[in-house]
């Protein structure tokens, strides 16, 4: 309702972004206790949240709605958020079908583990 609706309105927004706080806020108090979601070590549980909350606490979801909703006074999801952002495999995923942003971390197609070293469109648009 925030980002996408043609006409704000303003009891749906307000609404989903209370229920967007509580939900940070469940998120928040659960990395206060552990460094991962389920325990000490990463698994399942935090790729399939992180897409979500770690992508709206790094800003990169749903326009300024990281501003909108102070995402930035999660603390334990913010460094939750910077530690899965900084595993290698995350970075080299969020490659893979990216069709915008900067050119060296677009990788349209993979099809070999040296695609990301050979393929990104920084390359391809180079060769051309």
Known sequence: FYAYAPQ???????????????????????LAE?????????TIADMAVW??????????SYNDAAQFLSVHEYKNVQRWADAIDAR????????VNRMSGDPAFQLRERHDASDFETKTQDKLEAAE
């Open 88 to 95: 290698p495999a995350v970075t080299r995923g969020r490659m």
């Open 34 to 42: 552990s460094e991962y979601l389920a325990g000490p070590d990463y």
């Open 51 to 60: 897409p979500w909350y770690g992508g709206l606490a790094k800003g990169r």
């Open 8 to 30: 704000k309105i303003e009891y749906a927004i307000d609404r989903f972004a209370m229920e967007t706080k509580r939900q940070m806020d469940v998120l928040d108090r659960r």
